[in-house]
């Protein structure tokens, strides 16, 4: 179980490390695309992948572009919600994404419903209601509402969640997909990065480098300790998805309250518990 919590652990610095980039002056696009820069690196470093299987006729290519511009694109989303709504609201609409992959893989990978996910779809959906529930003026940050942003990460990685179930249905091998994302994603975030140094004359700096690449380091280490939780425990992947999910929700509420003071109303506290009940039902129902 020390890969799922080094995994947990690396998710919930992500979130630290964009709530950060304000206080530190970060500009967020530029750690962006660094952070593809890290990821892109580690893995061809770390897994090794072989690249011939992507001239192949039947790499999901689609999903690969889909997921080159979605990847970069949901992350400033993820960027802007730790911001307005707080690392607690916004972790655990990120990990309750996981019911728009799970109604997706009933309706369009025809797997059964059972109860207990039924049962947990339906906890999931009152517990994101309860999350993103508006506490007041606090809650909007120039003018926009405190459950917007909560909503695009939940159903940015829902989109994201589906792709990788589409990509990975296709056979390409997990590290030439991963390394094919990110090289994608790095792509966009130039071509961001780019438009903005043109019409904002933003500049690049040293410090928005190094900071892209340590969140890169954070990225990379979510996504290789889940894949080595998953390889220590072979038999038990409901475990480990459990574990991952209620450890990044928990562990984001612990540090977005004690850490930061995030301040939540009653209700989207019971959302955050609500949010605990429903990944623990779907992961062994």
Known sequence: M????????CSVLVSVLLKLSRRLSIDVGQAIAWNYVATSALTALVFRPSLSVLSSSQAPWLGFIGLGLLLPLIFLALAASVSSAGIVRTDAAQRLSLLI?????????????????GAGIALGLVA??????????????HGEPGWLWPLVVFAGFGAIDILFKRVAAAGTPFAASLQAMFALALVVSL?????????????????????????GLANFGNIVFYVRGHQALPDHPSLVFASMNLGV????AVVGTMAFRERLSWINGVGVALALGAIGVIAWG
Do not use: N, Q
Request: overall charge positive; charged content about 15%.
């Open 101 to 117: 992959s799970l109604v997706a893989a009933f309706l369009l990978f025809g797997e059964t419903l059972s109860v207990g996910k």
């Open 2 to 9: 020390i890969y799922v919590l080094l995994s947990v652990v």
């Open 191 to 215: 071509l961001i990065l780019l438009w903005r140094r043109w019409h904002d004359r933003t500049f690049f700096t040293l410090r928005d480098a190094m900071a892209g690449l340590l969140l």
């Open 249 to 252: 929700v928990a562990l984001g």
């Open 128 to 141: 994101l209601a309860c999350m993103v529930w508006r506490v007041g003026p606090a809650s909007e940050r």
